[in-house]
């Protein structure tokens, strides 16, 4: 079993739309991140997490919120999406000082 | 600034061969960690190995070894025997401790190399 599911793997939205990703642990995990995947641009950290409602901004956040009100959930929400954030969305956990594991990543498409 | 830089953005090696693939990356913790992962075309993130910055030796994990240069802040990726399964991007990550938010413990990574191995 996946120690890391995200949802959607795939979503198509219109500009302007709400719209939320999950991921979801069984690791009971204390750290959780939000990258975003563009060629040219490697993985940029969007938001992380440090435990329970403990959040703080990546290099990215701009135009992104995030909530973490248990230990296994984390999201991501795009208040507003515009086609800038048409990307692939990746979710990490870790607890130890090293081995972070990644979720199989959203495709988030913004029309 | 750049946390983690990777200059290559695409190399070339001949299957058996070895190949060394750059990081550098910049920070002012005394105490952090340094990560490659590698990502095939399916798209997941493959960690592969870690060294920490009052380690010792440098890292080494089957046919993957971290060349740890500290004064030169470099974490160089050293992959002998190139297989033709090697191709793929590699990414290096920097995990630093946040002191402000607690311990937050933040993951940054470069831009990737993309490596092919040929026949």
């Known amino acids: 079993d996946a120690g890391i599911t995200q949802s959607p793997r795939h979503k198509v939205t219109e500009t302007g739309t709400p719209v939320t990703l999950r991921c979801h642990q069984t690791?009971?995990?204390?750290?959780m991140y939000w990258y975003r995947q563009d060629p040219g641009h490697g993985l940029r950290l969007i938001h992380y997490?440090?435990?329970?409602?403990?959040?703080d901004k990546g290099e990215v956040s701009d135009g992104y919120s995030v909530s973490r009100s248990k230990t296994e959930d984390f999201l991501l929400t795009l208040e507003s999406a515009t086609s800038s954030q048409t990307s692939v969305y990746f979710c990490?956990?870790?607890?130890?000082?090293?081995?972070?594991?990644f979720g199989s990543g959203t495709r988030l498409t913004v029309v | 600034a750049q946390k983690i830089t990777q200059t290559q953005p695409g190399m070339f090696v001949q299957e058996k061969e070895a190949v060394t693939l750059d990081c550098t990356y910049d920070?002012?913790?005394?105490?952090?960690?340094l990560f490659w992962y590698k990502q095939p075309s399916s798209g997941e993130m493959i960690f592969l190995i870690y060294?920490?910055?009052?380690?010792?030796q440098n890292a080494t994990e089957g046919r993957y070894s971290l060349n740890f240069q500290k004064a030169r802040k470099s974490a160089n990726l050293v992959i002998s025997a190139s297989q033709l399964g090697d191709s793929a991007m590699y990414f290096c990550?920097?995990?630093?401790?946040?002191?402000?938010?607690?311990?937050?413990?933040?993951?940054?990574f470069g831009t990737g190399t993309q490596l092919k191995v040929e026949l």
């Open positions: 997490s440090y435990g329970v409602k403990d959040t």
């Open positions: 690791e009971n995990h204390r750290y």
């Open positions: 920070t002012s913790d005394p105490s952090y960690g």
């Open positions: 060294q920490g910055s009052y380690d010792q």
């Open positions: 990550a920097m995990r630093e401790v946040i002191i402000l938010t607690g311990g937050g413990n933040k993951l940054t």
């Open positions: 990490a956990t870790g607890q130890a000082y090293y081995g972070y594991t």
